[in-house]
């Protein structure tokens, strides 16, 4: 799904978009901590293209290869390893450092 950078859905309609159901959706946000959702003035879920990426893949393993939420679990945390993150995480922080020097050289 290509959507224009900078949309948010409500849950009603990523509901729809996933055919996950909304209350489904709320328990996947309580068990997966990288499924958070911003929300708006009003305390309104308001959900990004990534969060239904990520939506979608927990989708697929659950229902469509049979893995439970463990496993689900297990599964993205080798996809995504901490330390990998970390390092990365590091090294982002490293070039902003950096770049902020180079601010204070040219001003």
Known sequence: MKE??????????ISTL???PAH?????????SFLRPLRDHRGHRLYTTRDVA???????????????LRG?????RQQYPKKQVQSIVGFLRQILK??????????
């Open 4 to 13: 224009p950078e900078g949309k948010f859905y409500t849950i009603g309609e």
């Open 18 to 20: 996933t055919e996950v």
């Open 24 to 32: 489904i959706l709320r328990y996947w946000e309580k068990e997966f």
């Open 54 to 68: 990520k939506i979608n893949q927990i989708k697929e393993l659950v229902y469509q290869e049979g893995y439970r």
């Open 72 to 76: 689900v679990k297990r599964r993205l």
């Open 98 to 107: 950096e770049l902020k020097e180079m601010e204070k050289c040219s001003s």
